[in-house]
T-cell receptor, first 110, second 115 residues
Framework: DAKTTQPPSMDCAEGRAANLPCNHS???????VYWYRQIHSQGPQYIIH???NNETNEMASLIITEDRKSSTLILPHATLRDTAVYYC???????????FGTGTRLTIIP | GAGVSQSPRYKVAKRGQDVALRCDPI?????LFWYQQALGQGPEFLTY????????KSGLPSDRFFAERPEGSVSTLKIQRTQQEDSAVYLC?????????????FGAGTRLSVL
């Protein structure tokens, strides 16, 4: 799978927007970017994915740069329950499996 | 309870013992995946089924690991002659696979401790 780079950890104040960056400089034109998160003692949970346009759903927004080499996941109003490890994934096209890496450990501060 | 169910949640095995881990995917999901997660690491792919066919087992670490999904629903991951390095959380995920997207739904995992 293509490699992504994320900061190992971040803090964010409760109620503020959490912005999690990801570099995926080797992404090819038909590969989506996927974001998952894993809350302690739970399995990973799908958040959002995108190709080149910005995406928004009930959980988050995904901003992808025009050159597609990086993206930012935005949690608009972070709560304590958003404390988790966030994984940015750039799977090879046609590949069914997910390659998680080590992700970003996001801690929401009360 | 329409999510992915895994059992047992915790398993303690003596070194050399065989173990079997069960996964009940979401009803109707075509694809099923097994991942292994070591402490402090992200999940790592083990194997993948589409219905009853095992299409990719490239991630299985040794021939002691075996997975099956005989009727295209429930799956079992078996580890023979367990070793201490097998201690990890084993995660199962399933997906519709209708649009070939990578939205997978994960169970809570089975934590295996080999003593």
């Amino acid at each position: 799978d293509a490699k992504t780079t994320q900061p190992p950890s971040m803090d964010c104040a409760e109620g503020r927007a959490a912005n999690l960056p990801c570099n995926h400089s080797t992404i090819s034109g038909n590969e989506y970017v996927y974001w998952y998160r894993q809350i302690h003692s739970q399995g990973p949970q799908y958040i959002i994915h995108g190709l080149k346009n910005n995406e928004t759903n009930e959980m988050a927004s995904l901003i992808i740069t025009e050159d597609r080499k990086s993206s930012t996941l935005i949690l608009p109003h972070a709560t304590l329950r958003d404390t988790a490890v966030y994984y940015c994934i750039d799977p090879l096209f046609g590949n069914e499996k997910l390659t998680f890496g080590t992700g970003t450990r996001l801690t929401i501060i009360p | 309870g329409a999510g992915v169910s895994q059992s047992p949640r915790y398993k303690v095995a003596k070194r050399g013992q065989d173990v079997a881990l069960r996964c009940d995917p979401i009803s109707g999901h075509v694809s099923l995946f097994w991942y292994q997660q070591a402490l402090g690491q992200g999940p790592e792919f083990l194997t993948y089924f589409q219905n009853e066919a095992q299409l990719d087992k490239s991630g299985l670490p040794s021939d002691r690991f075996f997975a099956e999904r005989p009727e295209g629903s429930v799956s079992t991951l078996k580890i023979q002659r367990t070793q201490q390095e097998d201690s990890a959380v084993y995660l199962c995920a399933s997906s519709f696979n209708l649009d070939r997207d990578l939205i997978q739904y994960f169970g809570a995992g089975t934590r295996l401790s080999v003593l």
